[in-house]
């Protein structure tokens, strides 16, 4: 018997089973990019797990409403709302509009993950197109006594927070933590009445160029607003599942909590936290801001960042996917070319699942009663034999979406598949229906759940080459059948070949 689906929740420190808030709805929010450079693959980690929590949990029969953002304002260099604008400043590198920084990055990005197998998400919303929505929040962040306004900017007022609730209960920071590396005198830490408060709508300078009108004067909202703002309008004052990286549950993640705590909806957000642990470079965290960073375009198309080769889309899902998601993940060359071993191993498995196929025919020697008994007791417990290692699939997936144990377990399984493709009397012993349901749950959880397509690996031009002299060779010999043979498959294919007085050429087909 199966156990039901649990998962860490970071709020409580433990794992839950998964209970739906509204079920069989299920409401999933994802922490997107900030949209003004290339993505790395880094930024990839948490989009790969929550394409395959989201697969599973719709295999699992929920109604997932998957909403992934995409942030292309508010989010300034330092979490200590101060710097730049992260768009602006790209847009003022390159000298050109910040909306047009936001959709080239952020084609950019689709077009990655879309590469990575990842499902689109159900919506993916921009935070400059809720504006309206998040000044909503910040407006009733303000009635309900946890915000106040100074000289256009609004911040949130943390220690008034911390009379009925506890700031910091996600990262378990204590406020001695949170203060860490602040300034204890608050003459020059601007405008906040705290060093803990944070930023929910910043007042936009002159020379500042993304900029909204709202009760307070021309600004822009601060960047952890928009996924609480988002998220509630889309998922309701609370969701089930709320994600993203480990480095985002301080301070992003804890004023999220905090904003919708403050706001009318008087939630935690969402009832499950999830957080991915990083891609470290050595043991060091994988980052734009350290310069140790794989793009991701880059990593597909040839040697990068200390890469001395290309790795393709799929290679790279399953070197994310082959360790636990709440464990760090180490990136080298020897480390991607054995997940590339074993993407190639689970990829042979699916073209093996054809050829295994239990013989209907009687037994040789009907006749023999003791014979038949023992048959079928062999086949029960070849039976029984396939139907654990098929049930072993969804155990590492129940247990904290574990795709480790998962894809360990579906190893095991190719193990007893080969032994019964190379082994009649193998075959033999294990009945139709078992091995249909374990050839059915292999496809299913390797395609479906895991997201693990095939990648064509051959080159369409040097093949062709290739039979084109195969054509000659056979016109040479005079094998003319070989030769008809040659020319209809290829025909089949689009393809028509040209006799020339220069040789043979190839064209497609116009008919």
């Known amino acids: 018997m199966q156990h039901p689906l649990s998962l860490y929740n970071t709020l409580t420190r433990k794992k839950e089973e998964f209970q739906p808030v509204n079920p069989p709805q299920v409401g999933v929010y994802l922490c997107g990019p900030t949209v003004y450079s290339e993505a790395h693959l880094g930024n990839a980690r948490g989009p790969v797990v929550f394409d395959v929590l989201t697969r599973y949990l719709r295999h699992l029969g929920y109604s997932v409403r998957y909403v992934r953002n995409i942030t292309d304002v508010g989010h300034l260099e330092s979490d200590a709302d101060e710097g730049e604008d992260k768009m602006a400043k790209a847009a003022r590198a390159q000298r050109i509009e910040p909306m047009q920084i936001a959709q080239h990055y952020a084609n950019r990005y689709r077009q990655n993950m879309l590469a990575l197998g990842c499902l689109p998400p159900d919506i993916e919303p921009q935070a400059s197109g809720h504006i309206t929505e998040q000044i909503q929040v910040v407006a ?131 009832r499950i936290w999830m957080h991915n642990n990083m891609i470290t470079v050595n043991g060091t965290k994988m980052s734009k801001s350290l310069g140790n960073f794989v793009l991701l375009g880059d990593m597909f198309q040839g040697p990068t960042g200390g890469l001395t080769q290309a790795y393709s889309p799929q290679t790279v899902r399953f070197f994310l996917l082959q360790s636990h998601y709440r464990s760090p993940v180490d990136v080298s060359d ?99 229906e078992a091995l249909q349901a374990a050839v059915a749950a292999y496809r299913t959880v390797v395609v479906d759940i895991l997201g693990l397509q095939d990648e064509p690996r051959a080159n369409a031009e040097q093949l062709l080459e290739l039979t084109l002299s195969f054509y000659t060779e056979a016109k040479t010999a005079k094998a003319y059948d070989k030769v008809d043979q040659i020319r209809a498959a290829l025909k089949g294919q689009g393809i028509v070949i040209k006799d020339t007085k220069a040789g043979v050429e190839w064209a497609y087909s116009e008919e």
């Open 140 to 270: 009733e962040i303000i009635e309900n006594g946890f915000g106040y306004e100074v000289n256009g900017s609004v911040y949130f007022d943390v220690p008034k927070y911390n009379e009925a609730n506890r700031y910091g209960k996600l990262s378990n920071r204590s406020v001695e933590d949170q203060l860490a590396g602040t300034r204890d005198n608050l003459a020059g830490q601007d405008e906040k009445r705290s060093p803990l408060d944070f930023a929910i709508w910043k007042k936009a300078t002159p020379e500042h160029i993304m900029r909204w009108p709202s009760p307070w004067g021309e600004g822009f909202p601060g960047w952890h607003l928009e996924c609480s703002a988002m998220s509630r309008k889309y998922l309701g004052d609370l969701s089930d599942i709320h994600g993203g990286g480990l480095d985002l549950m301080f301070p992003h993640h804890e004023c999220e909590i905090a904003q919708s705590q403050g706001s009318h909806s008087h939630t935690d957000e969402a």
């Open 334 to 432: 020897e480390a991607l070319q054995a997940a590339r071993k074993g993407y190639r191993k689970l990829m042979n498995g699916l073209r093996l699942l054809d050829k295994l196929v239990v013989s209907e025919q009687a037994p040789a020697n009907q006749e023999d009663d003791r014979t038949t008994d023992n048959e079928q007791r062999t086949t029960l417990s070849g039976d029984a034999d396939l139907r654990k290692l098929t049930a072993d699939l969804f155990t590492g997936l129940n247990d904290d979406l574990n795709t480790a144990r998962c894809i360990a377990s579906l190893f095991n399984l190719l193990r007893k598949f080969n032994t019964l493709a190379t082994t009649p009397t193998a075959l033999a012993e294990v009945g139709a």
